[in-house]
């Protein structure tokens, strides 16, 4: 299936500072990607969805200065924590589906490996 | 707006046991429904998937019968092996591209 890969896998920062989180495509172009956060034993809540070229539309609730996203192209989206703070460490995962299997509405997505963060 | 309901784990239980776990659904229109697993240290991997009432969806020996009447979509395999083990996910897609995520579901399979 199609392929799509995060990094870093995980990530430790202080307090205050941003991290960057890449979400890349390895063999297909995706226009739409997805982002969710995954807390401990609890299912995935979805962020926001990345739109190549565009703005990210962002579930309710979620702040869009505190979780910046780009999608500057089809294969690769990043997604930055600024000023994080230790209640955002959690586990990021983002998604994406491949256009080019048969009927694009079946909905699958293939998932990033997830990268977890740590704000001490 | 749409909900995925599915049982608590951990779930624990021998090699070749019966595995069945319960996912009950909440949405408008008519979804497609999807099980994904999560084994240790990875991504989310989709399962199996069925688009309409009645359908079943089936991968690796698991089993999922789209149940309109009841609004299910119960998971199930026959004979469980060590390598089960896994995080397994019931999941949504209704109008849109969004899925909707059930809070998942531990099993554990000791040999």
């Known amino acids: 299936g199609a392929v799509v890969s995060q990094h870093p896998s995980w990530v430790i920062c202080k307090s205050g500072t941003s991290v960057k989180i890449e979400c890349r495509s390895l063999?297909?172009?995706?226009?739409?990607m997805f982002w969710y956060r995954q807390f401990p034993k609890q299912s995935l809540m979805l962020m926001a969805t990345?739109?190549?070229?565009?703005?990210?539309?962002?579930e309710q609730g979620v702040e869009k200065d505190k979780f910046l996203i780009n999608h500057a192209s089809l294969t690769l989206s990043t997604l930055t924590v600024t000023s994080a703070h230790p209640e955002d460490s959690s586990f990021y995962i983002c998604?994406?589906?491949?256009?080019?299997?048969?009927?694009?509405?079946?909905?699958?997505?293939?998932f990033g490996e997830g990268s977890r963060l740590t704000v001490l | 707006g749409n909900s995925v309901t599915q049982m608590e784990g951990p779930v624990t239980l021998s090699e070749e046991a019966f595995l069945t776990i319960n996912c009950t659904y909440t949405?408008?229109?008519?979804?497609?429904l999807f099980w994904y697993v999560q084994y240790p240290g990875e991504g989310l991997q989709l399962l199996l998937k069925?688009?309409?009432?009645?359908d079943k969806g089936s991968n690796k020996g698991f089993e999922a019968t789209y149940r309109k009447e009841t609004t299910s979509f119960h998971l199930e395999k026959g004979s469980v092996q060590v390598s089960d083990s896994a995080v397994y996910f019931c999941?949504?897609?209704?109008?849109?591209?969004?899925?909707?995520f059930g809070g998942g579901t531990r099993v554990l399979v000791k040999p």
């Open positions: 998604s994406a589906r491949d256009p080019r299997l048969a009927g694009g509405s079946s909905g699958e997505l293939f």
């Open positions: 063999d297909f172009q995706a226009t739409t």
């Open positions: 990345s739109n190549e070229g565009s703005k990210a539309t962002y």
């Open positions: 949405a408008t229109g008519y979804p497609s």
């Open positions: 069925a688009t309409k009432a009645d």
């Open positions: 999941a949504l897609k209704a109008a849109g591209n969004k899925l909707t």
